[in-house]
């Protein structure tokens, strides 16, 4: 009967919860005693239940659309509702509840008691909710309201208080969940639940809030009556009679430890090697970058260790790969065993690890010696025999050494140079360990040479834009990413990989990214003028570096200006290292050029380590899933279940998601099955030069 559902359950709950949703929604829609009606800012209409036909006379067809002030409010208390409607959202709170007499369709006064409160949804507009009760069935309706009994056969844990909070019923959902029955919950307080998790000033604001607005609701710990901690999702309204004095308090708890657990379940399957269950790459890569930071603000050098067992291969292929996994669980037991709490051990791939020591003080000399006393402790235990089935292994570690804390140190330059060193020990007759040699980096030079040339090939139009097509489940392209590609008159076609992170520690992204973005506009406006292209979508990313700059979205916007693109067929992809530090800048940013129409896309979504908590506060159109995932979804159990887990979380924020990397007919089967409805990839086509992009357009 409405166009607009009733507001989410939180993100995440599980099935059985979503199913409740459904239940409350249609209560509230058959509830035959209760007016509830949605507005918009502006009084439009948006939601319109039977019970409201019934009050006043319009159809839901009839209320759509139209505007609260046209169809119910008389004409002398106009101006009243439209400064209490405006002070409702300007302040995202309800007006206090009280009586009044609102107009039917046939021009008769209705005797109401009305209550308001305001739904803000991030990335949706707000809505005002009204909840008329018809005063000539008031008994009926207080009996209703004050004791939530329609609500009692609710798949949520439900219980009511009195005004003092002494609980006075609970259904039987609430004592499945805390395991309290009603006798031993009736006659205590909510306490009775309470984990001693959350601090005195956190209860002290649910009681100002349910005392001035009327509602509260947040995620709070909560004990079970055998001792288990568990997440709730609380929502407690007041319940006030005809003098608008509070009678009762009604809670709804939502059990969301599912929705708990899978985000754990994210984290530690993007960022923990499952084998071991220590850091990964891409977790040790972002710590490494937070300690060099540290390191440097701190004045205190650290060292960075890179092991890789001797041999591996032949025990591997001797005893099998099973004996050769329990070997690698035992190295990481002994290295997390014999390490400070301050360092980090982690799995870099197959046989290697790294270990992050820090704090080992001012004096690079003094820290060297202590970093080779731990490697060479490191190096003795892990000497020592293994067990494993059937026999005791006893192997040998190679392992190099570097030194951080220096201002031009950066996490990639360490890991080549400890990798390096370990390459060197491994020369030297393995079972020992080495500090890297900066004369052993061949390397250096030919990064200094790329740098010079880099310099100079945005002066003489050396880069140019490929675009990757980027279609629907029908094939269809409806946007594009831009690609940077680096003509080198003497190289030839630079890959990307090579010369970007040398952008990115350069500071050579700006100008760069500038540029990409500017051509990017422009080609967007060529396309405007094509009736087969006007429609399609540019993407451009956009890196870290680019978006902390103070300036960043004036220079968007001036760009768009200075083009005449279009903002709505502007999409900037980020990524998720924008999202470790300064997040109120980054939505600020956001919010201004989301605002003249630019779109959002948080790339490769689940390779970074940021908190999921904060997704929900960016306004972002589009999470895409990266190819590292989309590769080896139908082999690997793991980044299958990251897939899903990523559709799955975009579909609770209202997000599109897009899977790039897409190369196979069975993996764009899967994603599709699993609700994926963008896609990107050699399946559909290769980054192209534009007249070649263009061609291929025009050939579908």
């Known amino acids: 009967m409405s166009s607009t559902p009733l507001p989410s359950l939180p993100k995440g709950v599980s099935d059985a919860r979503e199913v409740a949703e459904l239940r409350f929604q249609k209560l509230f829609e058959d509830a035959d005693a209760m007016s509830i009606q949605g507005y918009l800012a502006d009084g439009t209409v948006v939601?319109?239940?039977?019970?409201?036909?019934?009050?006043?006379?319009?159809?839901?067809a009839e209320a759509m659309g139209g505007n609260l002030l046209?169809?119910?409010i008389p004409h002398d208390m106009r101006t009243q509702v439209e400064g209490a409607v405006r002070w409702m959202f300007e302040n995202g709170q309800g007006i206090p509840p009280s009586r009044m007499n609102l107009r039917h369709k046939q021009g008769h006064l209705v005797p109401v008691y009305s209550s308001h409160t305001v739904v803000s949804i991030d990335g949706r507009a707000p809505v005002m909710f009204c909840m008329d009760a018809d005063m000539s069935a008031l008994a009926k309706a207080e009996h209703e309201l004050r004791i939530a009994a329609t609500a009692f056969d609710s798949q949520q844990g439900m219980l009511i208080t009195d005004r003092l909070g002494v609980i006075l019923r609970v259904n039987s959902s609430?004592?499945?969940?805390?395991?309290?029955?009603?006798?031993e919950a009736v006659g205590q307080s909510p306490r009775l639940l309470s984990s001693d998790r959350h601090p005195a000033e956190f209860w002290a604001a649910m009681w100002q809030s349910l005392h001035t607005v009327g509602s509260w609701q947040a995620e709070v710990w909560n004990k079970r009556k055998n001792g288990e901690i568990y997440a709730d999702w609380v929502i407690i309204n007041a319940v006030r009679d005809v003098q608008g004095e509070v009678t009762h308090f009604v809670g709804t708890l939502t059990d969301i430890s599912q929705r708990k657990e899978a985000e754990g379940k994210i984290v530690r399957l993007a960022f923990f090697d499952p084998l071991t269950n220590l850091p990964n790459r891409r977790l040790m890569?972002?710590?490494?970058?937070?300690?060099i930071s540290a390191s440097q603000r701190n004045e205190s050098c650290g060292a960075l260790l890179c092991l890789d067992l001797d041999n591996f291969k032949l025990l591997n292929d001797s005893v099998g790969h099973d004996v050769g996994d329990l070997l690698l669980q035992k190295i990481a037991q002994r290295l997390t065993e014999n390490i400070r709490d301050c360092d980090t051990a982690a799995r870099f791939g197959g046989d290697t690890f790294l270990v992050m020591l820090e704090d080992l003080g001012a004096d690079p000399v003094l820290a060297a010696a202590k970093a080779e006393l731990i490697a060479q402790k490191l190096l003795d235990l892990l000497r020592q025999p293994h067990p494993l089935p059937d026999q005791t292994y006893q192997g040998s570690v190679s392992m190099g050494i570097t030194l951080f804390g220096a201002p031009e140190d950066g996490a990639d330059t360490l890991i080549q140079r400890v990798e390096l060193a370990m390459y060197q020990a491994k020369a030297a007759g393995r079972n020992t360990l080495r500090f890297f040699d900066p004369q052993m980096q061949a390397e250096v030079s030919?990064?200094?040479?790329?740098?010079?040339?880099?310099?100079?090939?945005?002066?003489?139009?050396?880069f140019l834009l490929y675009y990757q097509a980027q279609v629907d489940q029908d094939g269809h392209v409806i946007g594009v990413e831009a690609l940077l590609r680096w003509q080198d008159p003497r190289r030839g076609l630079v890959p990307p990989a090579e010369f970007i992170p040398l952008a990115e520690e350069t500071g050579l992204i700006l100008p760069l990214g500038l540029w990409v973005l500017e051509t990017a506009c422009q080609q967007l406006v060529l396309w405007a003028e094509r009736a087969e292209l006007a429609h399609l979508t540019v993407a451009v990313n956009v890196s870290a570096l680019q978006f902390q700059q103070s300036d960043f979205a004036e220079q968007v916007l001036a760009v768009l200006a200075r083009t005449g693109a279009r903002a709505d067929r502007l999409k900037l992809e980020l990524t998720e290292s924008l999202l470790v530090s300064n997040v109120e800048d980054v939505v600020a940013k956001m919010k201004v050029l989301k605002a003249s129409g630019v779109g959002f896309s948080l790339d490769d979504f689940g390779t970074g380590y940021s908190s999921l908590s904060c997704l929900k506060r960016l306004p972002l159109d589009q999470l895409k899933i990266d190819q590292g995932f989309v590769r080896n979804l139908l082999v690997d159990a793991d980044d299958a279940a990251i897939a899903k887990m990523i559709i799955a979380l975009a579909d609770s924020l209202g997000l599109e998601v897009i899977a790039e990397g897409v190369e196979t007919a069975a993996q764009l089967e899967y994603l599709a099955g699993l609700g994926c409805r963008r896609f990107q990839g050699y399946l559909f086509s290769q980054p192209?030069?534009?007249?070649?992009?263009?061609?291929?357009?025009s050939s579908l």
Do not use: K
Request: glycine share 6%; net charge negative.
């Open 70 to 72: 046209d169809l119910i």
């Open 688 to 697: 192209l030069p534009v007249q070649s992009f263009e061609a291929f357009v």
């Open 174 to 183: 609430f004592t499945l969940t805390t395991g309290y029955t009603e006798a």
């Open 285 to 291: 890569q972002d710590r490494l970058h937070q300690a």
């Open 446 to 462: 030919a990064r200094a040479a790329l740098e010079l040339s880099l310099r100079g090939a945005l002066g003489q139009n050396q």
């Open 47 to 60: 939601y319109w239940n039977r019970a409201s036909e019934h009050i006043y006379g319009y159809s839901a």
